[in-house]
């Protein structure tokens, strides 16, 4: 037989249904001697500390300390919580000695829940008998007590007094046969018994109940009472005036009972599923339950017991804190790449496959359903340890790892169906093979069944694209028209014709003025490609609106994982809505919502913007008027008090100054003198320091007097006189190689930009070396410049300087190339 065959004769390995309930309070009671279903389980490292924790609990080898624990296992939907849950129940049954209340959801009517338990109990002969036990035992206790108490006396026990003592201890005597024989009054018996319950519930008809479930004639009727009924007239008689009929009753029963058997030492555990659905019940239900459920977990806690809940995320932030305080908290999450893969192989083995080959195996021919087995260690390849999952390939398992999440019900489901694709794509296979002429049958195909990545993608598609595309636009339709939004067909700002991609947007929105929000649907986002498409729609949308006016919203009809809402999140700067998630109708309008008031947000920051970017400029051009104004008057105030030269030397009338140099580069060298010269401000009037005014004339009562300056003001002063004398020098010389480069009326050889180089690199380094010129060291003029501005000038000086030489060269060197190819200024020398 052919693997192919082997394949289509087998059943799918995969559970139709991957969900695993605990049961309920009936699971109590074990009945047969076959064992609990169970499915292939993955040890995981919170699975693995909450078998610590129950080890740790059952192996202690006696009460007291902190045995008691409670234990909440918080996840989402299918990470596992209720598989986990099993393993506590599994570990529990294994020791029938150990009573184990399960509840599979709690349920708004509890009492009803708590009756149907109680009547199972009382109609297991065993479990009966035992939790009487319990019952007799801690009424022993109470004896003890008694006994050994300061009313200890009055009792006259006489000479047995020890040995009642240690056989009611032991538990070879009978309370009741000891309270008979002494004659020990009942009502003190009962008054002990209420002062000891009243630390589990604050009332008396329980310790009535107790004691007198232990006397046949009351039996029957106290069993009547716990399990929910109408306690009896000599019930009532006695103190017991109501059943056990509401919320608060029921837990102050189960109160009792963990009570009970925690001051006996018998180990107890309680394990609840679903505890979220607690809080969708009405407030009056939820509050009752809330109060009973938070008094129950601190009696488990106090009284040596075990109580395992589950819980989701959310509806766990929302319990009382006192429960947060009191519980360990277990967080499972999803399975990583090993994991899925040792999941998906255990599926295999329990189906009946050996993975390695992909065929069927002959042990397990009677198509056993695969929960009745537990697989924790998944077959490997010797040499390289790999988990063996064929028929699957490995990049299979990893794409149903990553589009899973890693959650165990997820990988289970599009395991199922990738495999359903497999089999009916081989079925249709071998129905073709068939010959029509006599019917037989051709060769089987010679290629082993593969599931691979190409059927993973198909399964997920199949499973999640489930409405339709025009279903999933009305919707989007109706959440715009609640909003009120205005839409458009096409935004002007994409211009006529529209760029390709944007024409896949279905619906446009404008919001305020100038934005826009593109609703772009897509399918099931699997691969890159997928997210790639999406990323060319919003780049195209993103050009037309280039001041970030425009957020494109992904509204997925199909399957998206975490990683690949993370890339389109990355992509679109937008998180996508996805059809298949919880609320999809109000999760579309809050995400409107919420990129509507982004864009708004951008809109009114855009205009600051603008506002602040005009603010900046106009500022900037005062500045530069103000700046030519005090260049300006300091050049006026220059010319006005400096004497007119007839000599030809500088400052004289024949002093060009810088005339030969091309108006470009003559700016650069007056642009360095005038920041120098606003750095001295108004110069030091010597006349008046020798003693006279303008007109040569000293004052009536005029002394001679000398002129002093300290060495820094000498310093300041040879450094500023100095840099005025390397500018002019540098101007000149600049001047000179223009000219000499003109007169050989070609481009510059390199002999010729070597030079220019050599003196404007020879500016720049003897700058450098120059002691920085202190504002505070200048000497004052008539018109001081306060600190502040001086400072601020003496840091433009030094950059105007420091950067001199380059801008020259450069400015030069484009004026004698662009003077001779006919643009630009040519030089004075060249014209």
Request: aromatic share 6%.
């Amino acid at each position: 037989m052919s693997q192919t065959d082997d394949f289509l004769r087998k059943d799918n390995p995969f559970p139709s249904s991957p969900v695993v309930q605990l049961g309920s309070f009936a699971d109590a009671v074990r009945m047969g001697t076959r064992r609990p279903k169970r499915y292939p389980t993955i040890v995981t490292a919170e699975l693995a500390r909450l078998r610590r924790q129950v080890a740790e609990y059952l192996e202690r080898p006696g009460p007291g300390g902190d045995l008691g624990r409670a234990v909440a296992l918080v996840g989402d939907f299918g990470v596992g919580k209720t598989h986990m849950a099993r393993e506590v129940t599994a570990a529990i049954r294994a020791d029938a000695s150990i009573p184990l209340w399960v509840i599979n959801q709690p349920a708004l009517d509890l009492v009803v829940v708590y009756r149907n338990r109680m009547v199972s109990l009382r109609h297991e002969t065993e479990a009966r008998i035992a939790f009487e036990r319990v019952v007799s035992a801690y009424y022993a206790n109470v004896v003890v007590e008694l006994l050994t108490g300061p009313d200890a006396a009055d009792l006259h026990i006489g000479p047995q007094h020890k040995a009642v003592i240690a056989g009611l201890s032991d538990g070879t005597f009978d309370p009741r046969k000891v309270i008979q024989a002494f004659g020990i009054d009942k009502e003190l018996m009962h008054r002990h018994l209420r002062e000891h319950l009243r630390v589990a519930v604050d009332h008396r008809r329980f310790a009535v109940a107790l004691a007198l479930l232990l006397e046949g004639d009351f039996k029957r009727e106290v069993w009547d009472w716990l399990t929910a009924a109408e306690p009896s007239q000599a019930l009532r008689e006695r103190g017991i005036d109501g059943p056990i009929d509401s919320t608060e009753a029921v837990f102050d029963a189960l109160c009792v009972f963990s009570f009970l058997q925690g001051r006996v030492g018998q180990r107890y555990v309680l394990v609840i599923d679903a505890l979220e659905t607690v809080l969708s019940w009405p407030q009056r239900e939820r509050s009752e339950f809330m109060n009973g459920f938070e008094k129950l977990v601190n009696t488990y806690v106090n009284q040596d017991g075990l109580l395992v809940m589950c819980i989701q995320p959310e509806p766990w932030s929302r319990m009382p804190q006192g429960l947060h305080e009191r519980v360990l908290q277990l967080w499972p999450t999803g399975l990583d790449g090993p994991e899925t893969a040792r999941l998906v192989s255990g599926y295999l083995r329990v189906g009946g496959f050996r993975p390695g080959t992909g065929a069927a195996d002959p042990g397990h021919e009677d198509h056993t359903d695969p929960s009745d087995f537990d697989t924790t260690e998944a077959p490997t390849r010797d040499d390289t340890e790999e988990v063996l999952v064929t028929p699957f390939t490995p990049e299979a398992v990893a794409a149903v790892a990553e589009l899973s999440n890693g959650v165990p019900r997820e990988v289970l489901k599009v395991c199922r169906q990738a495999w359903q694709l497999t089999r009916d794509a081989l079925a249709v296979q071998a129905a073709a093979a068939v010959t029509p002429a006599d019917g037989a049958t051709g060769p089987p195909p010679e290629a082993a069944p593969v599931v691979d990545v190409a059927q993973v993608h198909a399964a997920v598609r199949q499973m999640y694209e489930q409405r339709a595309d025009a279903d999933v636009l009305r919707t989007v339709e109706r959440a715009l028209a609640q909003g009120q939004w205005r839409r458009e067909s096409r935004p002007p700002e994409l211009g006529d014709p529209a760029p390709p991609g944007t024409r896949e947007v279905a619906y446009w929105v404008r919001v305020g003025a100038g934005a826009v929000l593109g609703v772009l649907p897509a399918a099931s986002v699997l691969e890159p490609y997928d997210v790639e498409r999406i990323g060319r729609v919003t780049r195209a949308a993103h050009r037309a609106f280039p001041r970030g006016e425009c957020e494109i919203l992904v509204v997925a009809n199909g399957y998206v994982s975490r990683a690949m809402r993370d890339r389109i999140a990355e992509t679109t700067r937008t998180s996508p809505v996805v059809v298949t998630d919880t609320g999809f109708a109000e999760r579309l309008d809050h995400a409107v919502d919420v990129l509507a008031r982004r864009l708004e947000a951008a809109q009114r920051e855009s205009t600051l913007d603008q506002v602040r970017a005009r603010l900046g400029r106009v500022t900037e051009q005062q500045s530069g008027t103000l700046e030519r104004i005090e260049h300006l008057d300091a050049r006026l105030e220059r010319l006005a008090l400096a004497p007119v030269r007839t000599d030809g030397g500088p400052g004289s009338a024949g002093d060009g100054g810088g005339a030969a140099l091309p108006q470009t580069v003559r700016r650069l060298f007056t642009e360095a003198v005038d920041a120098l010269d606003r750095l001295m401000g108004e110069p030091v009037d010597l006349r008046r320091s020798l003693g006279v005014d303008a007109t040569g004339m000293a004052p009536p009562d005029g002394r001679p007097q000398r002129v002093t300056f300290t060495a820094p003001q000498f310093q300041a002063i040879g450094v500023t006189t100095l840099v005025r004398m390397l500018i002019r020098t540098f101007r000149d010389s600049v001047g000179d190689w223009l000219a000499t480069v003109a007169d050989g009326g070609a481009d510059p050889t390199e002999e010729e930009r070597n030079s220019l180089f050599v003196l404007c690199r020879s500016f720049e380094i003897t700058v450098e070396v120059l002691p920085e010129i202190r504002p505070d060291t200048l000497p004052p003029g008539p018109d001081a410049l306060d600190r502040g501005t001086r400072e601020v000038r003496s840091t433009q000086v030094a950059e105007m300087l420091s950067t001199l030489a380059e801008r020259v060269q450069a400015a030069v060197l484009a004026s004698v190339t662009n003077g001779r190819n006919g643009g630009g200024e040519p030089s004075a020398a060249v014209r």
